[in-house]
């Protein structure tokens, strides 16, 4: 029995083209060196000095300096740990109550509305103590007593802001729920724990202190000697008006 022969293609290739051999590879291994080549030149010859541009840390900046001074002017003031412990010789007379949501009955709508997530607040009573008066341009020392280890821990913190007379103290823990909070840095004898807030912005004769913790709130008034002296920044839209 015979095997059938194999059909012939209907479309045969030519002669030329079955016996063509395939492009050698050299010369685009060669372009693809240039290529490489010219574009590191290009690129150290002409590339600016300084450092390189950066989208996520330009968007994280440009958050920042939004929290700094809001679209609703209240101002966010960066405050310290004082160096060294600092004197009240007159205090301001505070007066203060309890709260079971403090955050959401007395922080105003639009400054919760830039607030960096819901803060911790320091639980249990907290005694304050503060100068009564303030000069523009130097720091206003404020101080509360808390246990001794919270007092010299990194994570005890206070967050300020302030617009037209009204200035919001929050002690504050940096941690980002109150499960994630050694409870025993609250165990031991209150000592003081002492902050700087600047005071460049504040404007207005007499400020309206409002110091809130976990559940309570503490208000008190501040006189302002030299209103004058405040630096208050103009909007953007503001300053380029002829």
Not at 55 to 79: C, G, H, L
């Amino acid at each position: 029995m015979s095997s059938p022969e194999k059909p012939e293609p209907s479309n045969p290739l030519p002669a030329s083209m079955r016996t063509r051999k395939p492009w050698p590879m050299w010369p685009i291994g060669l372009a693809i060196i240039l290529f490489i080549g010219v574009y590191t030149w290009v690129n150290l010859e002409y590339r600016k000095e300084g450092q390189a541009f950066e989208p996520f840390q330009a968007m994280v900046d440009r958050k920042n300096a939004i929290v700094e001074k809001n679209f609703y002017d209240w101002y966010s003031i960066k405050t310290s740990r004082a160096e060294n412990a600092v004197s009240i010789d007159s205090p301001a007379l505070a007066t203060s109550r309890a709260y079971e949501r403090v955050l959401d009955e007395v922080i105003p709508e639009q400054l919760k509305y830039y607030l960096a997530g819901r803060p911790v607040l320091v639980p249990g009573f907290v005694k304050t103590e503060c100068q009564d008066t303030l000069t523009p341009g130097q720091p206003l020392a404020i101080r509360f007593h808390v246990p001794a280890p919270l007092a010299q821990s990194d994570l005890l913190n206070i967050l300020s802001f302030y617009k037209e007379g009204d200035l919001y103290i929050l002690a504050t823990l940096f941690v980002e729920k109150m499960e994630d909070f050694d409870a025993r840095l609250l165990e031991g004898e209150l000592v003081p724990a002492s902050f700087s807030i600047p005071t460049d912005p504040i404007a207005a004769e007499t400020v309206n202190v409002r110091f809130l913790n976990e559940d309570r709130l503490a208000e008190w008034q501040i006189k302002n000697l030299a209103p004058s002296k405040a630096i208050v920044e103009e909007d953007e839209e503001e300053s380029q008006t002829p």
